[in-house]
């Protein structure tokens, strides 16, 4: 008996660990791992490197129907395209994090971006993980997890993902740019941040990124087995 292959909804706010979480639980599965957070920067990069103003949705509406984004495996991990051009390094500068949150809460670009996610879980075996998976995207996804944690933690995390890359920021500007993401996230009328009623709650706060992980493959593996014994 083949086993299903599960589409698995990972949520929560920013730097919660969800990210990493997705890719090396995806990873363990044998399944694709879409990183919507990225797909949504790509957008804003487009938005930032054409001079539109990120509430200005007539214009980011147009721009869109021109508009390619595209996720790849390397050997490196996940590869980034928009409209043919490798975009991976350029949606994680300060500035890309800085309007994301405004241009990802336009109505046309997450109709978009909704389409393209839920073309690519279709047949199941994907791990997604983004701010509106378990409610908007994939509201029956086979399995939801909802990633938290204190933002001092999330701050700290950003702080050393940038002083990796050379960026150096103070880690209590990163405290705030935080706090005011989520925020926005929270309020805003398009697929606002929240945790479905459903998801299984994580604070990633005082855990290592493999334990994280475990948890997630645990839970997945045995509702795989769950179902193929039943």
Known sequence: MTKRRL?????????SGKSTTARLAAEQLGYMHIDTGAMYRAVTLKVLRAGLSSDDSAAIAKMLSGTRVGLTRSESGLAVFLDGEDVTSAIRTPAVTRAV????????????????????GRDGGIVLEGRDIGTVVFPKADLKFFMV?????????????????GEKIPLEHLEREIADRDSRDASRAESPLRRAEDAIEIDTSDLTIEQQVD????????????ESAG
């Open 7 to 15: 589409v698995i909804a990972i949520d929560g706010p920013a730097a």
């Open 101 to 120: 949150s405004a241009v990802s809460s336009q109505k046309a670009v997450r109709e978009a971006m909704v389409r393209e996610q839920r073309a690519m």
């Open 149 to 165: 944690a204190g933002i001092r933690s999330r701050a700290q995390r950003r702080h050393k993902e940038l002083a990796e890359r």
């Open 215 to 226: 948890l997630v493959v645990r839970i997945a593996k045995e509702k795989i087995e769950k």
